[in-house]
Structure formats: C-alpha cells, structure tokens
C-alpha cells in the first residue's frame, strides 16, 4: 500500500488500537519512574483523534497528521501532548501537501517530528526520553532511503530501530521529565515514552 | 504599564490557591490560574493557557509561572500558536512557581515593569539565603553589599534609624509586602537589616519576630523622607 491518505487514516486506527491495547502496560511503566498518567493520557489523546479523523474528509496524509497533532495537543494533558502533537505538527509541515509519501518524503517527515521533539523538550539521546527511541528511527529511515528501500522498508527500519532504541533506554538515569527525580532507582525501568512510540511506528508500518 | 500573570500548574487547586496567595499581597495585578485538565484531572490544557493568555489581553505584559515539566511543554506549545504580536507580550518565568508567583506579583503591584517583575520572581530561585543575598546590590554599588552587623556602619547612609517590631506577627508576609510596597515609593536606595527592602522575599528570609529590632538605611535624595516613612508604618504595627 502506498503511504497516501488512506494509509494515513489507517495509521491513526491502528495507532488508537494499540495504545489502548496497552494502556494498562504505559500505565505501569510510567508509574514505576514518573506519575503514572502516560498510558491514560495518550488513550484518552488518540480516542479524541480518532474522533475527529471520523468526522472529517482529508486530501493528504499531510492533512490527517495536522488534525492529529492539535487534538493531541489539546487533549493528552501530560508531557506527552506537546511532544507528540508537536512532533506530528512538525511532520505534516514536512509532508505539505504530497498525495503520497516517497522513501525521501517520509524520511524528511521522520526526521521532522524527531526534531520538533527534542526542539520541545530539549532532550538529547540518553536522557531516557522517548527521544531514545526516535533517533535511531530517524538514521535507520535515512539509512534505508538512501539504500534505494521502498517507503514500507523504510518504515518498517525505523520501527525496528525504535524497538533496539527503547530497550536501551533501561539501564539509564533519566535527564528530563519526572523520572529525573528519581535519580538511580531509574535504573531498570523503560521509558513510557520511547515504549509508546515503538508502538506509534509499528502502527505506522502494520498499516502500510 | 500593567503586568498580568498567569498561573500553570498541573493541579487546579494550586493554580487558584496561588493566584489567591499572591492576590492578598497584590490586590490590583491582574492574575488568572490554568490549572488542571479540561476534564478537572491532574495535568495542564492547552485550552486554559490559551484562554488565560486571552483573559490578560489588557496587560501590556504577561508573565507565565508554571510548576512542572510539562506545563512548561504545554506553555511552549500554547505560545507558538499565538499572533507574533501577542506572543511578543508572554513571558516565561522559570522561578519556582508560589515564591515567584509571589513576587512577580509583588513586583507589578508597586509599579514594576515586566522585566522587574521577572527579575522579582528570578530572585524568589535560590533558597532563602541565596535569594537575600542576590537582591543585595554589588559591592560597588551605593550603600555596598556590607552586613550592618558587625561591619560597622556605611559611610555613604544619609539617613537612618532603628525601630522595634511592634505587631503581632513580625515582618510575615503581608507586613513585609506593605513594607516593600512603601520603599517602592521613593528613589532612594533602601536597606533594612541589611537587606533591599524593595525585595519581599529578601525581606521575608530575614524573619524578623515582633520585638526584632529593625534598622532601616537610606542613601538618595528622598533617603530621609523613605526612612521615616517606613519608620512610620513599622511603629504604626501594620495596621494589625
């Protein structure tokens, strides 16, 4: 399937499905190193998304990522609203208003929500954020495009490198957000953030 | 030059206990909260900071204090979606949210502008300790940065008294803010204790209990008006 609108909607479908599906699991991260609302947060987010997805008609995969962020954006509440609504209003600026995403495209829409992220947060990688996760997304996309990967291959090289990225956030000491508090007993504990967005980007690839 | 502030927290009974807290001492600033989720929840709204920033439309300024990281994240993104215009006008805080708040409020009251009122609630950062010692002038400055105590006196003082704390309650808050609110007045350069006492927290780390002896410096034009001034209001028990 070709990374078009239809995919874009699809996209959101499956993202809400999956973060609902592991609502009770975000949850539970977050409340071993920050304030327990991430799981909650992000549902409540992509259940508002999912409803205006619904009600609206869209052109472009452009169109469904802007509608994403600002209901993000407006309904998430915790950390993860801005730095997720700000990483999809960044990608749908990326995306304008192509019908469908090409390998280079989706590269430079990654790279763009990446870097409206750590532009929010002022995150580095190793800070134990969902940054961790993004990074190595971004170089395994670009690294994929500039192979000559069709845009499925490429998201599914940065999916799988968010998975690698995640798993190395557990033996950190957190920098940024409330797990920062907590100094060493940080130690062991995934990052909710860079788990939500494995799940964000697997969606993106299932729907592909 | 009116400054308004806003109040981001996380939890709306702090956002409005806030606002209420810093409202007893500035009873004129506009202040308005944007606690809690739109759903009355724990975390901060994109919509409420919006709504605020627009509430304090008639402020030529707006200062923003908030209480936690994502309250920041959410204030940033809030302001990026304002006009340029009216972006120019917010202005961030990262002082602690009550103390500055505080401040900041204290500051708007007696006339401050937004970057006095900014540079009240940076002071409110440190602990007690640091916050008096930075609204200390520089040791080059009039009137030096030396102890009253134990310094011996400053040769540039152009007036200048001791009085005994009558009220009941010391130098707390409110007294401390009636106080400031009267040096505010005057142009000259005023210390009690050895602290500005234009700067409420300064001010408030000092702990003065009634029957603290209070001294009072001035150095300026209007010294000796400002000294007895606040002489006055000390003797006069605050009104309590």
Known sequence: ?208 | MTVGILIVSHSAAIATGTVELARQMAADVPLVAAGGTDDGGIGTSFEAITAGIEELADAEAVVVLCDLGSAYLTTDTALDFLDDDVRARVHVSQAPLVEGAVAAAVAAQTGGDVDAALAAAASAAGSEADASRASSPSGDGPGGAAPVSGAGPVDDVAASETVELVNESGLHARPAAEFVKTAAKFDAEVRVNGVDAKSLLAIMALALPRGASVTIEGTGADAQDAVDALVALVRSGFGE
């Open chain 1, 1 to 208: 399937m070709a990374l078009d609108t239809a995919w874009a909607i699809d996209w959101v479908r499956r993202t809400a499905a999956t973060i609902d599906e592991h609502r009770a699991e975000l949850v539970t991260l977050d409340r071993e190193i920050g304030d327990g609302d991430h799981g909650e947060n992000l549902d409540r987010g992509f259940r508002a998304v999912l409803e205006a997805v619904d009600a609206g008609s869209f052109d472009t995969p452009g169109a469904v990522l802007k509608v994403v962020a600002t209901k993000l954006i407006s309904t998430v509440g915790g950390a993860a609203g801005p730095l997720f609504g700000t990483a999809y209003l960044k990608a749908a600026q990326a995306a304008g208003d192509v019908a469908e995403l090409d390998a280079d495209t989706l590269v430079q829409v990654l790279t763009a929500a990446r870097d409206g992220i750590v532009s929010r947060g002022k995150a580095a990688v190793g800070d134990k954020t969902m940054v961790d996760a993004w990074s190595p997304a971004v170089d395994a996309a670009g690294a994929a495009a500039a192979a000559g990967d069709s845009p499925e291959q490429v998201l599914a090289a940065a999916a799988d490198a968010a998975v690698t990225g995640a798993e190395s956030t557990d033996p950190l000491v957190a920098h940024k957000g409330r797990a920062s508090y907590l100094g060493e007993r940080a130690v062991g504990h995934r990052d909710p953030g860079a788990q939500s967005t494995v799940y964000i980007l697997r969606a993106a690839v299932d729907a592909a």
